[in-house]
């Protein structure tokens, strides 16, 4: 008989792995302990933007016409215990307050809970990030009978659906063959259309992800370290990043120079890992990330004060600053930590009058930062505008006509902090363009 899936905790992961699990054929419940969530589920949306997520819903929750109906969601931990044979918990694990380590109340929350209501014989599966040495700790709260697993997870934001169908790996911590002969069950899929399935222990498992996140933050404060020496000695960060990528012990992928990473995972990730090496004793091997992050930091400063040197050098007084993007990263509504808003937050600080718009943001950045001035265009964003900056690469962007853009604003200054535009088009329409990191032209 077919595997019965539960999923617990309906975020990002949550609801993207519940709609995946459905698609590979499965049986699925999703719990959240917010009722809200679970209602807007239940009738096939989610609570974010995310491509193809709500497509994939449609086509599986129980209930909408012409679904598959394997998919369900509910508040009842009885309820998922009794049906599942396997448990993914997916709730989220974010930074302490005031501190780096991770907070793991929701994990903590989650296996007590699941603890009294899980069947013998059941495995339970951990995806979300956590500090190592978490799974054996949480293996000794499940009751006799029942396994633990530990299965990370690789999902970018934007391409969460994709990732999950077809991952580039399955890394699964495991002690002993059954669960590995029951997450080879779950995975037949898509390692059958070639994922590798990667088998270790628990601690090597848990490090995979927080190591993949650590080496791609490096990769990306790289390269925006070499950006800082390019804008000292007037080489272009764009062309150094398209030279050495063709090595491809480097690899040309993340290495896009601006104002740096954010998001929910990156930041806090590395910082949870610096934290967690330092009472393992071992806070030493990880100090470069200490300079990762700070590099990270410092690219936000740097935009800053690019454009107040692109407004004469002085105050930005009653200055009028135009924001395109207030997202962490194009094709997600998500601001948690936003490069983007950060920048936009310490102009306004300093008593600059700006003005935001973003594609699918606006919500949330409206909720996060109610104090800024926000629009329902790129157009009317920087109408009167003194400077453009132009900080997540949305299409919607990349796509505006410069000429137009050129008759509402009040002098054609434009900033890249992603590079992403195109130059020559923008100053072929009359505009002073300036990317982080590139000669000035
Ligand atoms: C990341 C990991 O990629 C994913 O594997 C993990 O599961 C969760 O964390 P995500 O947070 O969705 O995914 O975003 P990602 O695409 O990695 O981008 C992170 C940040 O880095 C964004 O702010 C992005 O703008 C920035 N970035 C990325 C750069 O500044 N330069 C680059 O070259 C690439």
């Avoid at 193809?52 to 086509?59: D, I, M, Q, R, V």
Wanted: with cysteine; hydrophobic share 45%.
């Amino acid at each position: 008989m077919a595997l019965k899936i539960t999923v617990i905790g309906t975020g990002y992961l949550g609801a993207t792995h519940a709609a995946a699990m459905a698609e590979l054929g499965f049986e699925v419940l999703g719990l959240d302990v917010v009722p809200e969530k679970i209602e807007l589920l239940s009738s096939g949306r989610v609570p974010m933007y995310e491509p193809g997520l709500e497509e994939l819903l449609a086509k599986h929750v129980a209930g909408i016409e012409g679904s598959s109906g394997r998919l369900r969601f509910t508040t009842s931990w009885e309820e998922v215990g009794a049906f599942g044979d396997v448990h993914f918990v997916c709730v989220n694990t974010p930074q302490k307050h005031g501190e780096y380590a991770c907070d793991m109340s929701y994990v903590d929350a989650a296996f007590a809970s699941l603890a009294g209501v899980v069947r013998e014989g059941a495995l339970v599966v951990g995806k979300s990030t956590v500090p190592v040495g978490s799974a054996e700790r949480l293996a000794a709260l499940l009751p006799a009978g029942v396994e633990l697993a530990w299965n990370p997870e690789f999902l970018r934001e934007g391409f969460a659906v994709d990732d999950t169908l077809h991952p580039d790996r399955i890394v699964v911590g495991v002690r002993g063959e059954r669960a590995e002969k029951l997450l080879r069950e779950v995975y037949a899929v898509p390692v059958g259309e070639g994922s590798p399935f990667v088998v270790t222990d628990f601690p090597t498992a848990e490090l995979v992800k927080t190591a993949a996140n650590s080496f791609l933050a490096t990769k990306i404060s790289f390269i925006n370290a070499m950006a800082e020496v390019c804008e000292a000695a007037d080489g272009d960060v764009a062309k150094l990043a398209e030279a050495i990528g063709h090595d491809d012990r480097i690899g040309a992928k993340f290495l896009r120079a601006g104002i740096g990473f954010g998001g929910g995972c990156l930041p806090k990730d590395i910082r949870a890992f610096m934290a967690r090496a330092g009472e393992l004793g071992a806070d030493q091997a990880l100090t470069f990330l200490r300079e990762i992050d700070s590099i990270n930091m410092r690219r936000r400063g740097q935009m800053v004060e690019m454009a107040r040197e692109a407004l004469g050098g002085n105050s930005f007084l009653g200055r009028r600053v135009a924001v395109l993007g207030a997202t962490f990263k194009p094709d997600s509504d998500d601001v948690r930590d936003s490069p983007a808003l950060n920048v936009a937050g310490q102009i306004h600080l300093q008593g600059g009058q700006v003005t935001v718009y973003d594609p699918k943001g606006m919500e949330n950045a409206r909720r996060l930062f109610p104090t800024l001035g926000y629009a329902d265009s790129a157009l009317e964003a920087v109408r009167g505008a003194d400077v453009v900056l132009h900080l997540t690469e949305w299409r919607e962007f990349r796509e505006l006509d410069p000429a137009e853009l050129g008759g509402a604003v009040s002098a054609r200054i434009v900033l890249d902090g992603r590079n992403a535009l195109d130059a020559a088009r923008w100053r072929a329409a009359g505009w002073t363009y300036r990317a982080m990191g590139r000669p000035r032209a």
